[in-house]
């Protein structure tokens, strides 16, 4: 090598090939995953606004690809905690506004970003009335910055402000529970901090309808010019609408940037020394161990505050991986009545929130949960995608996780990496909690799996019999938990979505009720199963919802595509199904049983054969029919490129 060179040598070689060989000494000197380049870490917050207690997730985004040892990072949280984990969850229990802080060292280099008021936990003025908005329609706006920046409770950087084009934007938005309200109250963000403050939206009108969305179904009913920015507050009289359009009076010019939308109803702002709860003790129900709790809700006279649903006052209990079904009001004015669950045993904490601050119990607030009989369910492999070398789905189920025979690598692939398995004594069971290992020591942290999606069947092994039961993040790292409500269990399948490099997994357990269901009490389960469902806010009414976000954009890279949910009050034979503009079918999502519950699916613009549909306005279909009756609902969505 040239390194090595004698000195004569050197010289005599011409300047240019001294230049290239000083270059290639540079550039071997700053090889990424070294540990001596620089790297100033790219910060990202969602949400950043919220009730509290605020669960806010911290990220590290140009870190992902690095050997991440190269960098040491010290979170400091604003409110007295700090983390030096890269991908950081903190909750926030306090109202207030905090700057957050982030320390980090890179190749010996210390360095510091300080975001002032990055996030702003909400007072209960702020929340009283605040109602949960869903997008309908609106117009172009650039890409990654679009309306359902409007209300994703994020103002931070790009991804918490849309940018709308197009001379006049708008957007339509409805209540996330489509029915007409009255607001008399918007409260909104004028600027993000990001772009020119040209750009800022300066003037803009709303309109309300209480029947469709055609423009001749719109009346406006306020206006807003002004130059100022920030949050902005602005009152009305009472305006009953169910849909809310919202339009900036700007030609763009360049785009228009607005962060943050939220609309309130009015309702009695509710004393939290007059309100409380209390316990009753719990029961067990196939596996889900529950308590009651009864919630007095009275406004500062003392007097009973009725008539208005939970979700008016943000009502919740509260218990980490615990949870409460829905909370409604019963036949005795200002008394609520909700059921709290635990799918582990133990002594419990419950609090109880009212605009996301505490009200005190009425007795002790803590609940003794029974002891589910679990057993550790022993699992076989049925079907995978690649995996590297001697590192197969077996050592994910073989109970070890040390070393390359202890650990799974799959991947790389451009599409989903999965891997079926099967309970190994061929018989359903009663599954409610999952656990697995995603460091076994043997790789670094961005090798691990932290998305990924659980689907399982109680039945067959054909696509339409897997269901999903969990579809999320974990941070990995340690023994990770997941805990589903009891369901019948014979074949689970675990999706790993498109992981361009390897990544690994070390151990995977499922774990069911201590009894092993024949045919004749799986179909007593499923009995059970909907029994349960109905007591954990079952719908009661077929349902079709607006996609989200929308408009939404596809391209050669981004798969994110859009979610659309619709429930089934019953189980039935459902068909979805993608239309463009002439009426021709152009992809068929669904088409097979399902049970009654919440559904949810994802579309990426997919037409088949690896073929995307282009921009323009398409429609999507339900069809649910059972014992003869049949529900069917069309409604728009928009894609742009």
């Known amino acids: 090598m040239l390194i090595h060179s004698p000195v004569y040598?050197?010289?005599?070689?011409?300047?240019?090939?001294?230049?290239?060989?000083?270059?290639?000494?540079?550039?071997?000197?700053?090889?990424?995953?070294q540990g001596n380049e620089f790297i100033k870490p790219d910060i990202d917050a969602q949400p950043t606004i919220g009730f509290p207690p605020l669960a806010v997730h911290f990220n590290c985004n140009n870190l992902e690809d690095r050997l991440q040892t190269a960098v040491e990072i010290l979170w400091d949280f604003g409110d007295g905690t700090t983390s030096r984990a890269l991908?950081?969850?903190?909750?926030?229990?306090?109202?207030?506004?905090?700057?957050?802080?982030?320390?980090?060292?890179?190749?010996?280099?210390?360095?510091?970003?300080?975001?002032?008021?990055?996030?702003?936990?909400?007072?209960?003025?702020?929340?009283a009335g605040m109602l949960k908005l869903a997008i309908v329609d609106a117009s172009h706006t650039w890409f990654k910055e679009g309306w359902d920046n409007l209300i994703d409770d994020d103002t931070f950087g790009a991804n918490g402000t849309v940018s709308?084009?197009?001379?006049?934007?708008?957007?339509?938005?409805?209540?996330?529970?489509?029915?007409?309200?009255?607001?008399?109250?918007?409260?909104?963000?004028?600027?993000?901090?990001?772009?020119?403050?040209?750009?800022?939206?300066?003037?803009?009108?709303?309109?309300?309808?209480?029947?469709?969305?055609?423009?001749?179904?719109?009346?406006?009913?306020?206006?807003?010019?002004?130059?100022?920015?920030?949050?902005?507050?602005?009152?009305?009289?009472?305006?009953?609408?169910?849909?809310?359009?919202?339009?900036?009076?700007?030609?763009?010019?360049?785009?228009?940037?607005?962060?943050?939308?939220?609309?309130?109803?009015?309702?009695?702002?509710?004393?939290?020394?007059?309100?409380?709860?209390?316990?009753?003790?719990?029961?067990?129900?196939?596996?889900?161990?529950?308590?009651?709790?009864?919630?007095?809700?009275?406004?500062?006279?003392?007097?009973?505050?009725?008539?208005?649903?939970?979700?008016?006052?943000?009502?919740?209990?509260?218990?980490?991986?615990?949870?409460?079904?829905?909370?409604?009001?019963?036949?005795?004015?200002?008394?609520?009545?909700?059921?709290?669950?635990?799918?582990?045993?133990?002594?419990?904490?419950?609090?109880?929130?009212?605009?996301?601050?505490?009200?005190?119990?009425?007795?002790?607030?803590?609940?003794?949960?029974?002891?589910?009989?679990?057993?550790?369910?022993?699992?076989e492999v049925v079907d995978g995608t690649k995996c590297y070398e001697g590192m197969s789905w077996d050592n994910a189920i073989d109970g070890d996780f040390a070393g390359d025979d202890g650990t799974t690598m799959a991947g790389p692939l451009y599409e989903d990496a999965w891997v079926i398995f099967k309970i190994q004594d061929d018989a359903a069971k009663t599954v409610n909690q999952f656990r697995f290992l995603a460091d076994s020591g043997h790789r670094y942290p961005q090798d691990w799996i932290k998305e990924f999606k659980?689907?399982?069947?109680?039945?067959?092994?054909?696509?339409?019999?897997?269901?999903?039961?969990?579809q999320g993040l974990k941070d990995g790292g340690d023994w990770e938990s997941i805990f589903i409500k009891p369901t019948p269990v014979k074949y689970i399948k675990i999706i790993i979505p498109k992981p361009r490099k390897w990544k690994?997994?070390?151990?995977?357990?499922?774990?069911?009720?201590?009894?092993?269901?024949?045919?004749?009490?799986?179909?007593?389960?499923?009995?059970?199963?909907?029994?349960?469902?109905?007591?954990?806010?079952?719908?009661?009414?077929?349902?079709?919802?607006?996609?989200?976000?929308?408009?939404?954009?596809?391209?050669?890279?981004?798969?994110?595509?859009?979610?659309?949910?619709?429930?089934?009050?019953?189980?039935?034979?459902?068909?979805?199904?993608?239309?463009?503009?002439?009426?021709q079918e152009i992809s068929q999502l669904v088409q097979e049983n399902q049970v009654a519950g919440y559904h949810e699916l994802r579309w990426n613009g997919d037409r088949g054969t690896n073929r995307k549909i282009s921009a323009g306005t398409y429609f999507y279909r339900l069809l649910a029919e059972q014992n003869g009756k049949k529900f069917q609902k069309v409604m728009k969505m928009v894609v742009v490129h």
Request: charged share 20%; proline share 6%.
């Open 164 to 379: 709308a084009g197009q001379d006049f934007p708008w957007v339509v938005l409805q209540f996330d529970d489509q029915n007409i309200r009255a607001i008399n109250k918007i409260r909104m963000l004028i600027d993000t901090g990001i772009g020119h403050y040209s750009h800022w939206t300066r003037k803009f009108h709303l309109e309300a309808s209480t029947t469709g969305v055609y423009e001749s179904d719109f009346t406006p009913f306020f206006a807003y010019d002004d130059k100022k920015s920030g949050w902005e507050t602005f009152e009305f009289p009472t305006v009953d609408l169910k849909y809310l359009k919202l339009v900036i009076d700007q030609p763009t010019g360049a785009f228009r940037q607005v962060g943050e939308l939220h609309v309130y109803e009015p309702v009695p702002l509710l004393d939290l020394k007059n309100s409380s709860f209390s316990l009753h003790p719990p029961f067990i129900a196939s596996g889900i161990d529950s308590c009651v709790v009864m919630i007095n809700l009275a406004d500062s006279t003392g007097h009973p505050v009725s008539g208005l649903p939970a979700s008016a006052f943000h009502l919740a209990v509260w218990g980490g991986e615990n949870f409460c079904s829905d909370i409604k009001e019963t036949t005795s004015p200002g008394l609520y009545r909700g059921k709290f669950s635990s799918f582990e045993a133990g002594d419990k904490p419950v609090e109880v929130r009212v605009y996301g601050n505490l009200i005190s119990a009425d007795a002790p607030n803590r609940v003794t949960f029974a002891t589910p009989l679990l057993e550790k369910v022993a699992l």
């Open 454 to 470: 659980i689907l399982v069947s109680g039945t067959k092994l054909l696509a339409d019999s897997f269901k999903v039961v969990y």
């Open 9 to 33: 040598e050197v010289k005599r070689m011409p300047k240019i090939v001294i230049l290239i060989c000083v270059l290639l000494l540079m550039l071997t000197d700053i090889t990424p995953g």
């Open 504 to 583: 690994v997994l070390g151990e995977f357990e499922v774990y069911a009720l201590n009894k092993t269901i024949g045919a004749r009490s799986l179909r007593e389960e499923r009995r059970t199963s909907k029994t349960i469902a109905a007591e954990y806010n079952q719908p009661v009414q077929f349902a079709l919802y607006q996609n989200y976000p929308n408009p939404f954009s596809i391209n050669g890279i981004s798969q994110s595509g859009t979610i659309i949910r619709y429930q089934l009050p019953e189980a039935s034979r459902v068909t979805f199904s993608i239309f463009n503009m002439l009426g």
């Open 87 to 127: 991908y950081p969850t903190h909750i926030y229990e306090k109202t207030g506004k905090y700057a957050v802080t982030v320390h980090y060292t890179s190749s010996g280099i210390p360095g510091t970003q300080i975001f002032k008021n990055l996030i702003q936990v909400y007072s209960p003025e702020e929340q």
